[in-house]
Nanobody, 118 residues
Framework: QVQLVESGGGLVQAGGSLRLSCVAS????????MAWYRRAPEKQRELVAR???????IYADSVKGRFTISRENAKNTVYLQMNSLKPEDTAIYYC????????????WGQGTQVTVSS
């Protein structure tokens, strides 16, 4: 059974940066498509970024140019580097193992809180 554990969230001022990490265990990480989602208060969960086994990323329009998703297969870890943070980025961020299209999810982390103050 695949388990995902996120870390790296916290409180940061607008314009600042954070790097989230998600460590996977229990499977063949290098074959997985991994994604970061977020859920802001009173909003639906939304895709932030996704990276396939070949390292090709896609991003939500709201984070393009500010966030970077990457993976380090040797460490079974996927990262989300978040720069130029805005108050509207405040949310709980979740790591997920998904299928290549992002339509199906197979495992989720517990989430990590990111709060951006103005």
């Amino acid at each position: 059974q695949v388990q995902l554990v996120e870390s790296g969230g916290g409180l940061v001022q607008a314009g600042g940066s954070l790097r989230l990490s998600c460590v996977a265990s229990g499977g063949t990480f290098s074959r997985y498509t991994m994604a970061w989602y977020r859920r802001a208060p009173e909003k639906q969960r939304e895709l932030v970024a996704r990276i396939n086994s070949g390292g090709n990323p896609i991003y939500a329009d709201s984070v393009k140019g500010r966030f970077t998703i990457s993976r380090e297969n040797a460490k079974n870890t996927v990262y989300l580097q978040m720069n130029s943070l805005k108050p509207e980025d405040t949310a709980i961020y979740y790591c997920a193992w998904v299928d290549s299209s992002g339509s199906l999810s197979f495992a989720w982390g517990q989430g990590t809180q990111v709060t951006v103050s103005s």
